[in-house]
């Protein structure tokens, strides 16, 4: 069992930045895909970022050159980040963290965003 957990949302104003950490424990070896997700109200669940164990990094269009995701392997936990600048009012969502291992997924309980116009 992995467990995921998120923090670092809040209520920041256009324009601001926040950073966003989830911490992967458990049963950490053999994740081998990490990432960042967003639901906001009345939407579906979409992609932010994601990074791969050999660190291959993948972006959505619109937050491209704004996020950037980042891990960080320890010996017991690896953590993932999630970078965000500029932030709009658009980017108002729940983020969630994905962690999958071989054909398992992970996910965290999810922190909220909150960006102000």
């Known amino acids: 069992q992995v467990q995921l957990v998120e923090s670092g949302g809040g209520l920041v104003q256009a324009g601001g930045s926040l950073r966003l950490s989830c911490v992967a424990s458990g049963s950490i070896s053999s994740i081998n895909f990490m990432a960042w997700y967003r639901q906001a109200p009345g939407k579906q669940r979409e992609l932010v970022a994601s990074v791969t164990g050999g660190g291959v990094t993948n972006y959505a269009d619109s937050v491209k050159g704004r996020f950037t995701i980042s891990r960080d392997n320890a010996k017991s936990s690896v953590t993932v980040y999630l970078q965000m600048s500029s932030l709009k009012p658009e980017d108002t969502a729940v983020y969630y963290c994905?962690?999958?291992?071989?054909?398992?997924?992970?996910w965290g309980q999810g922190t909220s965003v909150t960006v102000s116009s």
């Open positions: 994905l962690a999958v291992k071989w054909a398992l997924s992970y």
